[in-house]
């Protein structure tokens, strides 16, 4: 299993090496796994973190998430499994996850405290709108949110989250569609409080 403190690793790989080859380097010796498998989250991991923390509304496990996916990856590298297209890959093991840990945490609960961590040293207006869009987001069905946040916070293409989420194109441009606009008919009141007061 490898170990994913790898931030301060060396940076033995080249930055111009593609996802592909360096996923291909997972199956190779040791040294040349580990350091393949550090750049790889190094490019990736604060992607799908946030997907995940989008996803479940939870910091502690969106992390514990971002190191199983990663370890999970690892696994399918050493096995050679053959992939096409890497991000995607990375997102439906984290997105495969996330519906497992779901399944199993049906009545989970997002500490309200959450709601602060990404609005640190922001305007108190700026500060209160990204509060009310965590809370928002929170309120969208479940797919929805999915499909809002692969564009919004991973920006994936169209095509691209139609791959990680098994729907056709159709299906995932409805659902942005519909999210975005129960997003803004949430909002709406906040919004017209605000331009009533500026």
């Known amino acids: ?8 690793q060396s940076r033995s790989v080249s930055d111009d090496v593609t996802d592909l080859e360096l ?17 790889l989250y190094r490019r990736y991991a604060q992607r799908i973190y946030t997907y995940c923390r989008k996803i479940l509304g939870d910091n502690m496990t969106a992390e ?7 370890v999970k ?6 096995q050679g499994r053959p992939i096409e297209n890497f991000p995607a890959y990375l997102l439906t093991i984290a997105r495969n996850l996330c519906l497992s840990h779901r399944a199993r ?13 990404t609005a640190r040293d922001v305007p108190y207006d700026q500060k209160e709108l ?16 999915e499909a809002f946040v692969l564009r919004e916070y991973n920006g994936l293409s169209y095509n691209e ?37 500026a």
């Open 73 to 78: 990856l690892f696994d399918s590298g050493k």
């Open 105 to 117: 945490n049906t009545k989970a609960t997002v500490p309200v405290e959450d709601f602060h961590l």
């Open 64 to 70: 514990d998430l971002l190191q199983e996916a990663f």
């Open 130 to 145: 990204l509060q009310l869009i965590h809370a928002a987001l929170e309120l969208l069905p479940e797919d929805y949110r």
């Open 161 to 197: 989250i139609a791959e990680v989420i098994g729907e056709s194109l159709d299906v995932v441009k409805v659902r942005i569609f519909r999210a975005k606009k129960k997003l803004r008919d949430v909002l709406a009141p906040y919004l017209n409080d605000l331009n009533d007061h």
């Open 23 to 39: 996923y291909g380097r997972l199956s190779g010796d040791e040294t040349e796994a580990q350091a393949a498998l550090a750049h």
């Open 1 to 8: 299993m490898p170990h994913l403190t790898m931030q301060r």
